[in-house]
């Protein structure tokens, strides 16, 4: 069983910088790939970057290429979005995932519930 719980969303002008947490519960953390997402008012969830068990493999979705980067601490049971030169268009809840498989698409099979981004113009 693993827990999520995200944090550090909240409100920035366009161009800033934001850094999400996901920090987990669970022994078994270290076990699991972890995912983050987001889903904008209206949209669909979209998957956004994910990183692998041992933080070796990372991908990421095009739009945020060059601006987001995953990382993990399995030591702390935290990962960590780091994102840069925000848009507008980023605005969403961003929920992290942690899954048993690697792969695209990502399955989670613990979720968080999400933190807010909104990025104003």
């Known amino acids: 069983q693993v827990q999520l719980v995200e944090s550090g969303g909240g409100l920035v002008q366009a161009g800033g910088s934001l850094r999400l947490s996901c920090a987990a519960s669970g022994r078994t953390f270290r076990s699991y790939a972890v995912a983050w997402f987001r889903q904008a008012p209206g949209k669909e969830r979209e998957f956004v970057a994910a990183?692998?068990?041992?933080?070796?493999?990372?991908y990421y979705a095009d739009f945020v290429k060059g601006r987001f980067t995953i990382s993990r601490d399995n030591v702390k049971n935290t990962v960590l979005l780091q994102m840069n030169s925000l848009k507008p268009e980023d605005t969403a809840v961003y929920s992290c995932?942690?899954?048993?498989?690697?792969?695209?698409?990502?399955?989670?099979?613990?979720w968080g519930q999400g933190t807010q981004v909104t990025v104003s113009s």
């Open positions: 995932a942690a899954g048993r498989l690697w792969g695209h698409p990502f399955l989670g099979d613990y």
């Open positions: 990183i692998s068990w041992s933080g070796g493999d990372r």
